[in-house]
């Protein structure tokens, strides 16, 4: 089975590691793919160009052969839906694919672009922290109890797990560099240079 962890990672950090290392050991990912959209459908777009934010990506997972990129949504045109890349990456392959979400993401699934086909392509994981509430409800009877069932099916299987998450986002990340504070306890060093070399995420003028 095939993870795939999508969002603008404008910039990749370490709580995207930290969510991607829980799911290839718990889930037994052959690998998980970070998928960075083009044109994100239900968030601002990003502050840096496409090429930065994949080149962030390739230095954060050089050398682990369980994580990798994938470029779907930054080589097509438009909006970035989840259901055309899901499309896509089934032409190209037969693995098992789950489909990565946070809660946030999962309790408005079914205003999402062709719900009901996602789940005819892949299985979908919901990552959410202790004490979120995940609507339950929603899509109850495709649920499963444990990343082993999930395993047995091809597509439509909803697995709700409880992560451990640090307490890092993108948006934190870019307030404190826009103030021009480097948070080095949420990026990786590789991630880090890479910011001051190309002086990224500083406000116009400065």
Known sequence: MIGILGGTFDPIHNGHLHIATQLVDRLCLQQLQFMPCALPVHRDPPRVATTHRCAMIDLVIAGQPAFSLNTVEIDRDGPSYSIDSLREMRRRTDSIMALVLGADAFNGFDSWKSPQEILQLANLVVCYRPGFEVD???????????????????????LLLEVEAIDCSSSAVRVALDAGRIPRQCLPPAVVDYIEKHNLYRKQGD
């Open 136 to 158: 339950r409800e929603l899509f109850s009877q495709h649920r499963v109890a444990s990343a082993e069932e999930l395993s047995r099916h091809t597509a439509g299987a909803i």
